[in-house]
């Protein structure tokens, strides 16, 4: 099964030889290591680059274990440096393996920060690492690196790579996509049982081990039914306070909220959710909380679930969000603030959302996302915020139509799910 992920090709491409240590971050099992042993490997040879010249390890292979001792990872790869006028090109899987939790606590303390930056120094090699920690591998990145590190960021499968795989009627793709998400292994899987219980260890045998190893959390119970409550409340505003309260009301859980924050952070250190900030579209000012979490995957989100909710609304919303992200845009939710008039006739002031805030360089987009447009009345409800911007920045409202593009008196652009989503040129149109 060979699925392209030119995206994050090209940008190894790019980075290539750059004198810099490439950091290939994301979810575990998103790609990450089939992009750099497979794909991009194939790239170098195809290039003309010999095999013995390409050093690639695997610390999350038990085989390895050893090289999980910064020390004797270094002795194993200047080992393989034979030739000091052949360019070698260094793979290591999974570096997080390498951290050991008292160097987590203290990421200036971490020594195979000074292996990676030793290797540098060699004026033949061209490195590249895989992690699966945000926090060790692009937070502290940049400082541990000092300036020598390179992050590229893999997401699972964006609608279109998916559907560029599995071909056929774009509705029936997208319904399989929004139930089953983008994890490339899914696609291998040909039965809806088999996709469920892959997806289902993934939590419970992959990340929460991860995130319940890693950072020596005590109430793993409560990490577990944090995660249903993100799960539940995609699109929905949140912050640690509600969240506490709400599983002592709910579930009969007490714990602080200071708890939670961490928790959460555990979460999105682990790239399983993402957090989206309130922003102030006419005070130009971010909101401190609350804010809104989505999931990396909607198919972890929905088999979670157990597929018991299936709210198509905040799926549309989940995906689309994913989308700008892996197109590199930075997404906040956007308040604007529009005067109505109240049932007694008194003008006053309505906070309302805008879903994202998209922008990427000068670049700035408003996207509403809307499953259908044809209520009058909801309609209405989607375009006010934008058109309470009253600004010039770009419009756009994404509906699940197969319509063609088009523009609406005021300026608003309407683009049809599928084209959207196979076609990211048509927001810069």
Known sequence: M?????????????????????????????????????????????????AEQIID???????????????????????KIT???????????????????????????????????????????????????????????????????????????????????????????????????????????????????YLSTLFTEVYFKDIIERYKIEMPDVLGELTDDLCSSIGSLTNATKIANTLQTVKNIKVASPTISRYLEYLEESFLFRCSKRYDVKGKKYFSYPSKYYCTDIGLRNVRLNLRQQEETHIMENIIYNEL???????????????????????????????FVVNRGSKKYYIQSALSMS?????????????GTRDFFKKIVVSKTSMKPWTDEDGIVHLGLYDFLLNEDLINM
């Open 83 to 197: 030739d000091k006028e052949s360019m070698y090109y260094i793979m290591i899987d999974e570096v997080q393996y390498a951290i050991t939790y008292e160097e987590f606590k203290n990421p200036g303390e971490i020594k195979l920060y000074d292996v990676l930056n030793g290797l540098l120094r060699l004026r033949n090699v061209d490195i590249y690492v895989t992690g699966s920690n945000s926090k060790m591998l692009s937070k502290d990145v940049m400082t541990e690196f000092r300036g020598r590190g390179d992050a590229v960021e893999v997401y699972p499968l964006s609608f279109k790579e998916y559907y560029d795989f599995v071909g056929g009627d774009k509705s029936e793709a997208y319904e399989e996509y929004a139930l089953y998400g983008g994890m490339p292994l899914v696609i291998s899987k040909k039965t809806d049982d088999e996709k469920y219980k």
């Open 2 to 50: 060979h699925i392209k992920r030119d995206r994050y090709l090209n940008q190894l491409i790019s980075r290539k030889e750059n004198g810099l240590i490439k950091v290939i971050t994301g979810i575990r099992r998103c790609g990450k290591s089939y992009l750099l042993f497979h794909i991009f490997y194939d790239h170098l040879i195809s290039q003309g680059v010999k």
């Open 325 to 355: 992200i892996t197109r590199g845009y930075s997404v906040d939710v956007g308040v604007v603030e529009v005067y109505e008039n109240d049932e007694a006739g008194n003008r006053h002031k309505v906070a309302c959302e805008i879903d």
């Open 375 to 387: 209520d009058p009345v909801k309609a209405k409800t989607e375009l006010r915020p934008l058109l």
């Open 57 to 79: 390890i695997a610390l999350d292979d038990d085989t390895n274990a050893m090289y999980r001792d910064p020390t004797e990872l270094s002795r194993f790869i200047r080992s």
